[in-house]
């Protein structure tokens, strides 16, 4: 029955429908069932980044790519580094400051793949500031509006998800999900709740090729698609886990206090989406005890699973979380913490030959990149 429910969901999420409709719930399995990451996935490709005397990350809180370049984010130093396919620095942007090229709180970036630009979101600044591939200063962008998350659906036009109430040209926005189009909002929609803004990371998905924007709200169990087209949110799905959450809240102390003993979903959040995989990440909550899971389904052979359930038997550890998602690859981040604590007697040559025993273990991260089966 599960299957059957969530293989409807899929069919109708990857169609095109004019009008909003609600679908049938989605099921989250709870259980653990081990599952090797080589029948998933094909094996891993490694990469280390190598960072110069001068500076590394604290820790790596975004990646993307463009034109085989890797661009990786640390919010702590509000520096984007930028790295070749071969894993060499090549240059950072750092252009911490008030005036229009540079930013006060580097909170998010993405890429524009067809004008080959960076364009990242000062939030503090309240602006989106646009740089070429190379972080040379091109445009700057004033919003005006704090916000956690935002996809650009064509020039000087986004979709911004806000998680927070703001004051816009003199007007309350309490909604969640706005259109920010050349200085006007022309669509708001999904109240907010008290507790959005902390959790809310990576859930929006732009699929490109629909013309369909995926997202989800946090504390809200629910997978929405906006259509740029009609410009409208045209469909949604609830996710269902086990004693759901209900009800607004304004901290995590105060969910743990009403759900002392019981296990319930908070939030949906790393979602991607495509003809091949769904998957996102969730956080429950166990007597109490926070923890993140992952969820993965794949429609073509209506198969279904949870991340913990996932044993790597390419190395004999476990390194699966989101960070990355593009033609059927994930990418994971292995940080220098957890580095630290492999037995490299133990895992394959592949990963013992990328790490540099010669440097301390704090100067080095791991990409790994795990590609879908294409049987799946």
Request: overall charge negative; proline content about 2%; charged content about 25%.
């Amino acid at each position: 029955m599960r299957f059957l429910m969530i293989f409807g969901l899929v069919i109708i999420l990857i169609s095109c429908q004019n009008r909003q409709k609600t679908l049938g719930e989605i099921e989250v399995p709870l259980e653990h069932e081990k599952i090797l990451t080589s029948t998933i996935f094909e094996k891993p490709s490694i990469l280390r980044l190598k960072f110069n005397d001068r500076i590394y990350p604290s820790k790596i809180d975004q990646i993307n790519f463009l034109d085989n370049h890797i661009y990786v984010l640390d919010k702590n130093f509000g520096i984007i580094f930028k790295f070749s396919k071969e894993g060499d620095l090549l240059t950072t942007l750092e252009k911490r400051g008030e005036g229009p090229e540079e930013y006060q709180y580097l909170h998010r970036f993405r890429v524009d793949t067809e004008n080959k630009t960076i364009e990242v979101y000062d939030k503090v600044g309240q602006k989106i500031i646009i740089y070429d591939s190379n972080f040379k200063f091109k445009e700057s962008i004033k919003i005006g509006l704090f916000f956690e998350n935002f996809e650009k659906i064509s020039d000087k036009k986004y979709l911004i998800y806000l998680a927070q109430e703001n004051i816009f040209n003199g007007k309350n926005v309490s909604n969640n999900l706005i259109i920010w189009d050349n200085g006007e909002i022309t669509f708001s929609d999904i109240l907010q709740r008290p507790t959005d803004i902390k959790f809310q990371d990576n859930s929006i998905y732009f699929n490109r090729m629909s013309k369909s924007i995926y997202f989800t709200q946090a504390f809200n169990d629910t997978i929405y698609k906006f259509d740029v087209n009609v410009n409208r949110i045209v469909e949604k799905s609830i996710v269902n886990f086990p004693n759901k959450l209900f009800g607004s809240f304004s901290s995590i102390d105060e969910i743990d206090r009403v759900f002392n003993d019981k296990t319930y979903s908070t939030n949906i959040d790393y979602l991607v989406l495509n003809d091949k995989v769904i998957s996102f990440n969730y956080i429950k909550s166990d007597n109490g005890a926070l923890s993140f899971m992952r969820y993965f389904y794949f429609p073509h052979s209506n198969f279904v699973f949870q991340g913990t359930s996932l044993y790597n038997d390419f190395d004999g550890i476990f390194l699966f979380r989101h960070i990355y998602f593009r033609d059927n690859i994930f990418t994971y981040v292995v940080s220098p913490e957890s580095l630290s604590n492999l037995d490299l007697e133990k895992v394959s040559e592949d990963l013992r030959g990328s790490i540099d025993e010669s440097i301390s273990f704090e100067d080095q991260f791991l990409l790994l990149s795990f590609k879908i089966k294409d049987n799946l």
